[in-house]
Structure formats: C-alpha cells, structure tokens
C-alpha cells in the first residue's frame, strides 16, 4: 500500500469547529461558563430574597420588645427625626434615653430609625420592614463574598450556603428584635468591604481600597464586633486569597486605619460626654464575673463555647436572655464541658493541619473565621457584658455556613454546577428542601414569640425559669405594661398579683437584685400597700444608694402617704442621682399641688415638659393649678393643649367646662360637660358640674334631671340634692322644694333654703 503525499496544514479561516467527542456538548468554556454563572447568580440572588422576606414577613406585626424602647419608641433624639442625626453621630450611644458614665458609640442603627420615625413616627412596622430588608442584603452579599471566594464557578454551592445563612433559626433574635439593627449593620457592611476588597485584589484599584477601608469604618462604628475583622482580614488576604502580597498588605493597612479611626472618634465623643468610664460588669448578666475560682470560670467560658457550637446545628431551644442561673458554674469534669473541648480541639486540630498543607484551604479559613468572631462573646479571653446570647452568633455563623458551601462543592456539586437546573439535582434537594422546611418553620414559629414584651419573656421562661432576670422581665413587662393596657380593675389586680410572682421568683434565684426589689416596690405602692413598697425600695437602694428610679419610687410611697416634706426631699434625691430624671420633676410638682404650693408646682411640672413636650398629664396637672390659683384663663390655655394631644380626654372636656362654670360661661359649660359625659358616660363629676351649670344658667328642669341621673348611676350621691332643693325652688314649686331640702339637712344640717 503506497503512502499518501503528505501536505501542509491549511490555516482555518474564520472559527475553529467543535470537536466531534459528544462529551464536549456538556462541556463549557471558561468565558461561557461564567457568563452563564453571573445570569445564574441573578436567578439564584432573586431566590434568597424571596426566601428571606417569606419567613421574616411576620415580624411586620410586631411591636417593640426589650431595648427597641430604649433605641426607638422612647428615644429623644430618634424622635427628632432626620433634624437630629448630626446629634446622633457626635453623641454615645445611650445619649437620647439615659444617661450613664460607661456608654459606647454605635450611631448608624440609630441614625436609620431616627431617618424612619421622620417619615412613620412609632410605628414599629416600619423598622421591622427595614431590619428584614438590612438582613436581606446581608445574604446576598454573603453570596456574593462565596461567590467570589470561589471565583465566580461555583454559584450553587455559594447559594447553600447563603440560603443556610438566610433560614438559620439562630438569627431571629436579630431580625425580629429592632435594636438588633446594629448587629446587621455590622454584618453588612463588613461583607460588604470584604467583596470591595476582592475586587482590589484582582484589579488594584485605589478606590476600591477607600472604598472597602471606609466600609469597614462603617462596620465598626454600627458595632464593636468588626474588631475580629483585625484577624479575619489578614487570614484571608494573606492565605485563602493571595494574589498579591502588596495588595494584601494594603488591604490589611486600611482594615486597622478603619479600626484606629473608630477608637480615635470614640473616645473623643465619649470624653466630651463624661461618658467614657470604664464599666463594672454586673453580677445579674455576668456572672463569671464572681465564678467560685479561675477554673470554674474557664470551664463555664468553655461550656458556653459548647452551647453555641450546639445552637447552629441544632438551634433549639431558642431564648431571648441569659443571665444568673440560667447557665450554673461548670467545672472541667462535667460532660458538657468534655464535649464542648473536644469539639472545639478537633476544629482546631482540623484547622492547623489542613492550613500546614494548604494555605488556601477553604476548610481551615471557615473554622479560623469561626473560631475569630466567637471568641470575642465566649467570654474565655474577655468578660463581656452578657454571659451567653444568640445575637452574638449572627457574625460568627457565616463560618458554619461557609463550611457547608464547601461541602456541597466538595461531595455534591461538582465543576459544572452553572445552570439553575443544578438545584434539581437529587443531593441538593435532600440537602435544602428539608433544611428549608423544618429550619424555615422554628423562624416563623420563632418570631411570633417576639410579637411583644409579655409573650417573649412567657414563652421563653418555660424554657429557662430560673433565669433570674428573665422573671425579672416578665414581672416588670406585666406591671409596666399589660396592666395600663388593661381597664377592668379585677384584671389589673390580677395582673400585679402575677407581676409581684415573677418578680419573687426572680429575687429568690437573687436577693440582691436592686433592680427587682425597685419593681417590687412600685408595684405595692400601686397597690397600696405603702408598708410593703417602702421595704422594698430601701432593701433596693441600701444595694445601690444610687439608684435613681428607686430613689423616686421611695418618693412616690411618702407622696400617697401623705408625708409631703419627706417627698420632696426624696425626689430632690433622685434628681441629684441623675439630673436628667424628668419624673422626679413631675412629682415634685404633684406634691407641690397637694401642699397648695401651685407656683412651685407649676415650675416644676414645666421642668417635666421639657424632657417630654408632648405630656398630657403634665398639661393636666399645670391647668389644674392654675385653676386653683383662680387663674382661669391660664388654665383654659393648659387644658386646650392637652386636647390638643388627647381630643377625646374626658377629664381634660370636664376641667375646661369647669373653667366656664367658673366663669359664668354657663353655655359653653353644658356644651364641654355634656361632650365629657358622651365619652365617659359613667363620669360622675361631669354630672355634677353639668347639673350646676343649668342650675346657674337657670335651666332647672335640666338641672333636676341631670341630678337625679347621677344619684341612679350611685345611689350613694348626696352632694347636688341641695340644688335640686334650689332648683325646684327656683321652679316655684315650693312642695317639692321642701321635700328636698329636709333630705339635704340629713347631710348639710346648716342647708336652708333661701
């Protein structure tokens, strides 16, 4: 067989042909594959959105529990709306409610509400829409960080773990909880930087760096957290994505610039307020601050270490507050302990050994990053403010869900997971559809819990009740609030009696609890049980000589006492403890008005309107010393502003025909009383007033008739009969005239008529 002439290869003009192998048919190129990706990735984004607002949608009908009073309802530089945020960036943190020598400064979540009580004033729906929308963006750019930790080429795996992430239970006390909204903040703008920076890392720019240093600025100022960024940065930079030593560097430069900044802003607000003391950790919240010895106190810090590990694998059971009791002192012979070390030893173990052999291991940066972020909350190197909270899991469980990204892209994706229909693949839907399920059912179940005060700190009790403060909270949410929301007096009372239950409990875990023995007393004193409320307010201050909500409340029992003088030194006390304390003002002016001192009332209650301009109780109780001043049209002026606040407050109607009456306006009188009565229509001193006012303005038919309506609503009314008496004489009808004033002489001996 004679050979072929051989022939030179011809150049192909236009595109090379696909090869015949069948195989290549499912095969990608790199510029094809990620074209493909970055569309899947917008599919795969849009998912994690809808999934996040599905299962935090609920929230929306919550109100504010815990410290959302402190942050929103109730904070005086929130309520300025978008006119205070240049007080909410150079002040602490505390500054709009409270004032305390120890405060922080974290004031992005506080500049947001105070950005949505401009446009929905104390409407906590509103800020539960933008936590879950904070938190939305959080996944997604969590997503995107593994997106890019992957280069683009794994999206299915990346969304595992976003998704994770997005329906992880462990994280309802931040979504649900306003406040919280610096924790996502945080978050956000942290994986925020961290996506600049991967950017900058391919392409250098120097913009992309001040971007992502501002960002982390930005991170660190929404909450202290970000300060585990210090580690996490260099570790990921510098191992897991290297490309470029000098970039890494710069990049590590501007995360500690950030840092710096933030310590440098801080302290300089902090030291114009006073307020940059260092704080004593109190036993109550902490109590590793008193553990038995050192041992015990690592053991515990190791036990806690354990619990949280536990609650992002199997997130139950979820509690809004751990303070003394709730976690006993371990000791490193207890089971839970040996656990926790020898979980956490092997991720260690696992960590440094894969990191040896690979410093771009995936696995080792997941653990490391974990091990970084908890270890500023596990209180083993630090004691923090808090023994143990879920909250602080919601930076530290991105590692876990890293780790499971990287075992989705290790044991099931594969290379060539880069179309949506990878999602129907048999692993991953055994994977997310149960997770989703059963995960996504505690989060909705979960955030009913948080609808309010008094359902949270229930509910959570049965899962933790010798948390001492935790009954605490339930005591004082059901004297504090439940009972005012309440208006049959068998309920209320009813309600005091199961306040006064918890708060006992709590002090029997811990009798010296200055602030439950402060809530005891308010709550006899409510009661009148005077005796009671003052042992419970000196046990509380002789704890804390200055506590300043005691010191009032010691007040208020000489106040109903009738121990004047002694109330008002008592208040005068408290406003010495804290000056900024506008009830103290408020009740220094109610005593001044029952010692008929009204100027000095009226002063002080101006004091009070000060802190809260919009008191209608304050606006009362001035208009009502004026008028017992005789100063009739000053207190016209005080009762009008109160309608103003309350149209339909019945007291203030009846005050302001009282200043008619008084007056000689009878007409505009009967008008205001009988408004009053339409509203109250069982307010026994409206008919009163009323049947003098067509007593005076010679109506006596009127007048006769409204009288008599008062003695059928109580039988035990004698006060207007000597104006029936009047009035039937001012009829002429004499007959019924005398009738009247021999039953008036059965009460007032000195009564005849004219």
């Known amino acids: 067989m004679s050979k072929q002439p051989q022939q030179k290869p011809v150049k192909p003009v236009g595109p090379a042909p696909a090869p015949s192998n069948t195989a290549s048919k499912n095969t990608s190129s790199p510029e094809t594959g990620v074209k493909k990706g970055l569309s899947l990735v917008k599919q795969l984004s849009i998912i994690l959105v809808l999934v996040t607002f599905a299962l935090y949608f609920n929230t929306l009908r919550n109100g504010y529990v815990l410290d959302d009073v402190i942050m929103v309802r109730d904070n005086t530089i929130v309520a300025k709306g978008i006119a205070g945020i240049g007080e909410l960036l150079t002040t602490p943190h505390m500054r709009g409610y409270l004032v305390i020598p120890n405060d922080t400064y974290r004031p992005l979540s506080l500049v947001m509400f105070a950005i949505e009580t401009q446009f929905a004033p104390g409407n906590p729906a509103?800020?539960?829409?933008?936590?879950?929308?904070?938190?939305?963006?959080?996944?997604?750019?969590?997503?995107?960080f593994l997106c890019r930790f992957f280069n683009d080429k794994k999206p299915i795996a990346a969304f595992v773990g976003a998704l994770l992430f997005a329906i992880h239970p462990v994280h309802t006390e931040v979504v649900a909880n306003i406040k919280s909204r610096d924790e996502i903040l945080c978050f956000l703008f942290a994986f925020w930087a961290l996506n600049v920076f991967m950017k900058y890392m391919k392409e250098g720019k120097g913009m992309q760096l001040l971007l992502g240093s501002f960002l982390m600025f930005l991170s660190i100022i929404s909450k202290e957290n970000t300060i585990t960024f210090l580690g996490v940065v260099?570790?990921?930079?510098?191992?897991?994505?290297?490309?470029?030593?000098?970039?890494?560097?710069?990049?590590?430069?501007?995360?500690?610039?950030?840092?710096?900044?933030?310590?440098?802003?801080?302290?300089?607000?902090?030291?114009?307020?006073?307020?940059n003391e260092s704080a004593d950790i109190e036993f109550i919240d902490n109590a590793l601050v008193q553990a038995p010895n050192f041992m015990s106190r690592i053991a515990t810090s190791v036990l806690i270490s354990g619990k949280y590990l536990w609650l992002l694998f199997i997130p139950h059971p979820l509690i809004c507050n751990y303070s003394f009791n709730a976690i006993p002192f371990a000791s490193f012979g207890d089971v839970g302990v040996l656990a926790s070390l020898v979980a956490y030893g092997g991720m260690i173990y696992l960590a440094i050994t894969r990191l040896m052999k690979d410093k771009k291991d995936p696995w080792a940066f997941a653990?490391?990053?974990?091990?970084?972020?908890?270890?500023?909350?596990?209180?083993?190197?630090?004691?923090?403010?808090?023994?143990?909270?879920?909250?602080?899991?919601?930076?530290?469980?991105?590692?876990?869900?890293?780790?499971?990204?990287?075992?989705?892209?290790?044991?099931?994706?594969?290379?060539?997971?880069?179309?949506?229909?990878?999602?129907?693949n048999p692993k991953i839907l055994a994977i997310i559809v149960p997770l989703t399920l059963v995960f996504g059912g505690m989060v909705y179940a979960r955030n009913q819990d948080w609808i309010d005060n008094v359902q949270l700190y229930k509910v959570d009790l049965e899962k933790s009740p010798n948390d001492c403060r935790l009954n605490y909270y339930l005591g004082t949410a059901l004297a504090e609030t439940e009972y005012f929301q309440e208006a049959d007096p068998a309920k209320k009372k009813a309600i005091d009696e199961e306040a006064i239950v918890h708060l006992r409990k709590s002090l029997s875990i811990y009798d010296k609890f200055s602030e439950a023995n402060a809530e005891m007393g308010r709550v006899f004193d409510r009661e009148q049980h005077y005796d009671s409320a003052e042992y419970y307010d000196k046990k509380a201050l002789a704890l804390n000589p200055n506590h300043a909500v005691a010191t009032n409340n010691l007040g208020s029992v000489y106040l109903a006492s009738g121990k004047y003088r002694e109330a008002i030194a008592t208040f005068k006390k408290a406003l010495v403890i804290n000056p900024d304390f506008h009830l103290a003002y408020f009740n220094i002016a109610r005593t001044y008005n029952q010692l008929k001192e009204y100027d000095s009332a009226i002063i002080n209650f101006k004091k009070d309107l000060q802190y809260m301009p919009n008191n209608p109780e304050a606006y009362q109780e001035i208009g009502t010393a004026y008028f017992c001043k005789l100063s009739y049209d000053s207190a016209e002026v005080y009762f009008r502003k109160v309608l103003a606040i309350s149209p339909n407050e019945s007291n203030a109607i009846n005050n302001l025909g009282a200043v008619y009456l008084n007056t000689k306006n009878y007409a505009k009188a009967i008008e205001q009383f009988n408004k009053s009565i339409s509203i109250k229509p069982d307010y026994m001193n409206a008919y009163s007033n009323l049947g003098r006012a067509y007593y005076f303005n010679k109506q006596y038919q009127e007048a006769i008739a409204i009288f008599n309506k008062e003695i059928s609503l109580d039988n035990k009314q004698f006060r207007n009969i000597p104006y029936i008496a009047l009035s039937y004489q001012g009829m002429g009808n004499m007959e019924e005239a005398r009738k009247y004033e021999a039953i008036a002489k059965r009460y007032y001996s000195d009564f005849k008529l004219n």
């Not at 909250?391 to 997971?417: H, P, Q, Y």
Request: glycine share 4%; with cysteine.
């Open 367 to 424: 653990i490391l990053y974990y091990l970084m972020t908890i270890a500023l909350f596990n209180n083993m190197f630090i004691l923090i403010g808090a023994e143990m909270g879920e909250r602080f899991l919601f930076m530290a469980s991105a590692g876990i869900c890293m780790a499971a990204a990287f075992a989705v892209d290790k044991w099931i994706t594969g290379e060539n997971a880069l179309d949506i229909t990878a999602l129907k």
């Open 234 to 275: 260099p570790l990921l930079f510098y191992f897991a994505k290297n490309e470029d030593k000098k970039r890494a560097a710069m990049i590590t430069a501007g995360t500690f610039a950030s840092a710096v900044a933030f310590i440098l802003i801080r302290y300089v607000v902090l030291k114009e307020y006073n307020a």
């Open 126 to 144: 509103v800020n539960h829409f933008f936590n879950i929308v904070t938190f939305a963006l959080c996944v997604l750019l969590f997503f995107t």
